[in-house]
């Protein structure tokens, strides 16, 4: 029997955990763990929550958690209750699969400014994540600034400009909600370094921002390349560049405003004891370099959100790339050795925050090929190690509070039940509450 313990029971993990069902049946025990009492990780924290059909991948995910050979273990930090050094030796195999919950810096003067927010603490704020729950955004200003031009940032930007009638069927927590409602905001500017084409937005998510009830995207035409330049495009990016220049030919006159400013790069963030503006240089993209042209303008604001990318946080005992911000490896294999068995990474903690939540299958069972090559190859150790008995012991010894899944489902029981009309769940935002549910 082989033991394996996966760190993170988001998407990379659960489909790590598929796949090693599908290499080793019966053989294998899989445990999950994460520091969270509730599973799921981006599916819950991170998906947009008026998304609800990409949420549904969860069930996925479920029919693994039920398996009888994997186990979830929850609210439990690698690092603070158990260490890493800790946890090899007890599982013949270690995959690291906490993806990137933090934001890259944006690394400007004032960015440490009141009022400037990253996304990942922004969209968990939204999400119901119990470590942004007091994040409290000042939406009391008329403008909003979100630095950006990816999907993330058009998930903050639509999110804000939503009414309450328009979150019916999300879960969108109560907080959140009414926060939202109570904004003052007139305008929302999605500031992009590059133009058009340099986009990394989805046709699906740009045009989602047409159908506002009371906000409308508005697109500078002259930031549009000649139309014949599309055609070089790939199909969905010329897709996603035909939905701006729709926005530019519609101009809707709408009570919000969501104002796309592309061939700016922000350089400074303005104001003293709070954001007051953002100081942007206009750029010009040549021959694929971005060049500033020397010619700058300021945006007033009231709030910043910084949707310029993540990264993975650092577990003690893992060698970590701190300029790319995830762990380094060599294409997923981090070690292997008959001493302190193997050591992976995988998904995002992998490869960085690249690709949909699909793209986290194939790496999953991508990792559980190497494994199942090192095994093979002997570079890990024969069976034997204690496994999930022995993280039992400790855990006892520790008094650990473990979080299992049928706990899980009576979280997810309490919170379908106190549900607002409409909606889902409400999610319970504080951990504590989460284990009191669970109990």
């Known amino acids: ?36 009492p509730v599973p799921y990780g981006l599916i819950r924290t991170g998906v947009a929550p008026d998304h609800q059909t990409i949420k549904a991948v969860s069930r996925r995910y479920e029919k693994t958690a039920l398996t009888r050979n994997v186990r979830f273990v929850g609210n439990i930090a690698i690092g603070k209750d158990i260490s890493l050094a800790e946890l090899q030796a007890l ?20 960015d440490n400014l009141p009022g400037v927010i990253g996304s990942a603490s922004f969209v968990g704020w939204y999400n119901g994540h119990p470590s942004f729950t007091d994040l409290d955004p000042d939406l009391s200003g008329r403008r909003a600034v979100v630095i950006g031009n990816g999907n993330v940032a058009l998930d903050i930007a639509r999110i804000l400009s939503k009414t309450r009638r328009e979150f019916a069927g999300s879960d969108i927590v109560a907080h959140a ?41 508005h697109v500078d035409p002259g930031d549009l390349p000649p139309a014949i330049a599309d055609e070089a495009l790939e199909p969905g990016q010329r897709k996603s560049v035909q939905w701006l220049r729709q926005f530019a030919e519609d101009d809707l006159a709408k009570p919000l405003r969501i104002s796309f400013d592309f061939f700016a790069r922000p350089v400074r963030i303005l104001g003293t004891d709070r954001v007051e503006g953002v100081e942007v240089e206009r750029t010009i993209v040549t021959d694929g370099r971005l060049n500033g042209t020397g010619e700058f303008y300021m945006i007033p604001c009231h709030l910043v959100i910084s949707a310029i990318g993540y990264r993975s946080a650092p577990i003690p005992g893992a060698p970590f790339d701190e300029g790319a911000g995830r762990f380094a490896s060599d294409d997923g294999r981090i070690s292997a050795s ?29 990792i559980i ?27 006892a010894e520790r008094k650990l509070d473990i979080v299992t899944f049928r706990d899980w489902q009576k979280i997810e029981e309490a919170e379908i039940a106190a549900a607002r009309s409409g909606a889902p769940r409400e999610k319970f935002t504080l951990v504590e509450e989460m284990i009191r549910a669970g109990r």
Request: glycine share 16%.
């Open 1 to 36: 029997m082989r033991h394996i313990a996966i760190i993170g029971s988001g998407p990379a993990g659960y489909y790590t955990a598929e796949a090693a069902i599908k290499e080793w049946g019966e053989d294998i025990r899989v445990d999950v763990f994460d520091r969270l």
């Open 177 to 217: 909600l009414d926060a939202i409602e109570g904004s003052q905001l007139d305008e929302i500017v999605i500031l992009g370094r590059r133009g058009p084409h340099q986009i990394a937005m989805t046709p699906k998510e740009l045009g989602e921002l047409r159908e506002l009830e009371r906000a409308a995207p």
């Open 338 to 366: 008959p001493e302190t068995g193997g050591l992976y990474c995988v998904g995002w903690a992998r490869r960085g925050p690249t690709g949909t939540i699909g793209t986290n299958k194939p790496d999953g069972f991508a």
């Open 91 to 110: 599982y013949d195999a270690v995959i690291i699969a906490t993806g990137a919950p933090h934001d890259r810096d944006l690394g400007i003067p004032g």
């Open 369 to 395: 090929a190497k494994l199942a090559e090192d095994i093979a190859s002997g570079a890990i150790g024969p069976e034997g190690k204690a496994g999930r008995s022995g993280f039992n012991a400790l855990a």
